[in-house]
């Protein structure tokens, strides 16, 4: 049997902890070495001193003096966007394999549906956030049939799923969303918005795609449908609970829609919206299911490492 990639995980909040149970049940090339936080009561550190993992209650510098850290080959950092350029800064030199799950995009976007193939060699990948990997395979799969001058997306996750690195990272979100629905969707033009919804009980994830395009005939819409229904596919290939709540819809633009105003200079006015209704269900493998946003960064932050542990095995 090939040996597992030995892995560890910084921040021990609600992502860490759940990325550790992650790799623990469901992985098949991985082994977790080791979990780093700074709150030494933190519930993911007590959960990983139980499951046998090594831990550190000294962020990134108690993680490096862990023994065993020269087997460690991939490091996923769950802490926040200000926290990875100090972390990245101290591993990188030690050759390890970085998966940025916190939105500080200091090495290329990654929606692993998208452009998994493209990274697998670099040493910091950026995992986007969680709007970004459920609502980026689909401007993506609009793009592929025909040019997105502008998409705007509205991730809405419930507010207990929601821990203090994801608040600390608001202003992150909505401008590492924006510019990866760019270079990674396609869009010309790309705007994100994340909802904090305080309703109790909590509701699921929910995400919303409007996309502004050039598409008078109804081949070209049936098309649109079609790589939308492929692409949510790949996505639920590795996040189970990722489906669309409905069909997707394709509507005239109104004559006096001002949407001038959303274009970039020089397009021509587009024809028609494409609205596309997502909802991410959790596997519920450390919060309840309604934490889809946890579910859909993790699994795609696992299936990243999956596959470059993968390819380390490979003679």
Request: hydrophobic share 45%; aromatic share 4%.
């Amino acid at each position: 049997m090939t040996a597992r990639t030995k892995v560890a995980v910084i921040g021990s909040g609600n992502i860490g902890t759940d990325l550790m149970i992650k790799v623990m049940r469901a992985s098949q090339h991985l082994e977790m070495a080791a979990m780093a936080g700074i709150d030494p009561a933190s519930d993911g550190l007590a959960r990983a001193r139980r499951f046998g993992v090594a831990t550190t209650a000294e962020g990134v510098d108690g993680l490096i003096e862990l023994p065993g850290f020269d087997d460690i080959g991939i490091v996923f950092d769950a802490t926040s966007a200000k926290a990875h350029a100090y972390n990245a800064g101290r591993l990188r030199p030690l050759g390890k394999r970085l998966i940025d799950l916190t939105p500080a995009a200091l090495g290329p976007y990654v929606v692993p549906a998208v452009n998994l193939d493209a990274h697998l060699d670099a040493p910091d990948v950026n995992m986007v956030t969680c709007g970004g990997q459920a609502t980026i395979p689909v401007v993506a799969a609009i793009s592929r049939v025909v040019p997105v001058p502008y998409a705007e997306i509205v991730a809405s996750i419930a507010s207990r799923s929601a821990g203090p690195g994801t608040r600390a990272n608001i202003d992150e979100f909505t401008e590492t969303t924006s510019a990866a629905i760019v270079r990674v969707g396609g869009a010309r033009r790309g705007k994100a918005i994340i909802v904090l919804n305080p309703a109790e009980p909590p509701l699921m994830m929910r995400d919303t795609v409007f996309a502004l395009v050039d598409a008078p005939s109804p081949a070209l819409h049936e098309e649109i449908r079609r790589s939308v229904g492929e692409m949510t596919g790949d996505v639920a290939a590795y996040v189970p609970g990722y489906r669309l709540k409905q069909q997707v819809q394709i509507t005239p633009i109104a004559g006096d829609q001002p949407v001038h105003t959303l274009l970039p200079a020089g397009v021509p006015r587009p024809t028609h919206q494409v609205s596309v209704f997502l909802e991410v269900e959790g596997a519920a493998h450390y919060l309840p299911a309604y934490a889809g946003n946890l579910d859909i960064m993790t699994s795609a932050g696992l299936q990243v490492a999956e596959r470059i542990a993968a390819r380390r095995a490979q003679p």
